[in-house]
């Protein structure tokens, strides 16, 4: 990561720039356990999370990173500004840019936009979220919360399972997570995965009974309605029927294994209500790693070497 300015995809970081996030979050992890939380690591930089999508942890978890190394935030609401009076992308990008900001991060309807802004921007850019093509800060939030619970990535077996064609999650993962050496397999019924794997470093399988006890991490998505233009699905009973994370499935995992969901998740759908809540499911760890990842990743492109405490 200290080669580049912004974070596109985590494919651009590597096993390496990925180890060296984890280290660096490590620290930031004891941070937070300290009565007082902030450091004044990018005090006098400016941080934007530009969001023309909805969201609730990635935004709130970025803003809090931010204001935890004591950089200024700035939230850019696209219902209440230019862009519904017709300003173009360019244009805001141009715009925020002319103020003199730090980092942009943002998060786009449209796969590829977080490159455009790059291009258009001098501030650093980081993707939290492009259509259904990359969100490289919850794969790496990912792996911290694999290698903190399972003591490391590599040779872990990980399935991902649901709506892996809408996904963005699922390709940032599974980049992040072979990366490092896990073996990944993608389970859904055909309707949800990818035209075409060709490239993707995963198995696949149609028949999560047979993988689950397999498994070390069952990573769980959400049937991603907004992005579908067709039914793909018969309903989300039968999803939840063949794909589901009930309770019966969920006792047929090996000891030891853990459970993930990136948020929202749809309870009763692709898991059921009580097996979020089991100590197996780190899904709320998930999101407190969040926060100290994304400190990681902002002085990684913006704290220019200096220390991280005074
Ligand atoms: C996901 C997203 O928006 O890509 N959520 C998240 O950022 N934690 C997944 C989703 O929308 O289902």
């Known amino acids: 990561m200290t080669a580049t300015r912004n974070l596109l995809s985590v494919a651009d970081l590597g096993a390496d720039g990925i180890d060296e996030v984890l280290k660096l979050t490590d620290s930031f992890v004891e941070v937070s356990q300290r009565d007082i939380a902030r450091v004044p690591a990018l005090r006098g930089k400016t941080v934007v999370s530009l969001f023309y999508e909805d969201s609730t942890r990635t935004r709130l978890s970025f803003e809090t990173a931010a204001r935890r190394l ?10 209440t500004s230019s862009v519904k009076k017709g300003e173009s992308l360019k244009d805001t990008i141009q ?5 003199g900001v730090d980092a942009i991060v943002v998060r786009h309807r449209c796969s590829g936009v977080p490159w455009q802004v ?5 501030s650093a850019v980081i993707n939290a979220g492009d259509g259904w093509h990359e969100h ?3 794969a790496l ?4 919360t694999i290698r903190q619970r399972l003591g490391g990535v590599a040779g ?3 399935a991902i399972v649901g709506d892996i064609k809408h996904s963005r999650v699922a390709r940032s993962g599974m980049i992040a997570f072979t990366a490092l050496g896990a073996d990944v397999t993608l389970v859904a019924p055909h309707t949800l995965l990818p035209p075409s794997l060709d490239g993707w470093p995963a198995a696949v399988s149609t028949d999560l009974d047979a993988v689950l006890p397999k498994v070390d991490v069952v990573y769980l998505l959400r049937l991603q309605n907004e992005r579908m233009t067709e039914a793909l699905l018969p309903s989300a009973r039968e999803y939840t029927a063949r794909y589901g994370l009930t309770r019966a499935r969920a006792a047929t995992l090996a000891e030891g294994a853990i459970v993930m969901h990136p948020g929202p998740m749809n309870r009763g759908v692709e898991i059921a209500a009580e097996v979020a809540d089991e100590p197996y499911a780190v899904i709320t760890q998930q999101v407190a790693n969040g926060v100290a990842v994304r400190q990681a990743v902002l002085f990684l492109l913006l704290g220019a070497g200096g220390p991280i405490a005074a």
Do not use: E, G, N
């Open 70 to 79: 004591s950089a200024d935030t700035m939230t850019f609401s696209v219902s």
């Open 95 to 99: 715009t925020i840019d002319a103020m």
């Open 118 to 122: 790059a291009r258009w921007s001098t």
């Open 136 to 138: 490289p800060t919850q």
């Open 141 to 144: 939030l990912d792996c911290y």
């Open 156 to 158: 872990k077996h990980i």
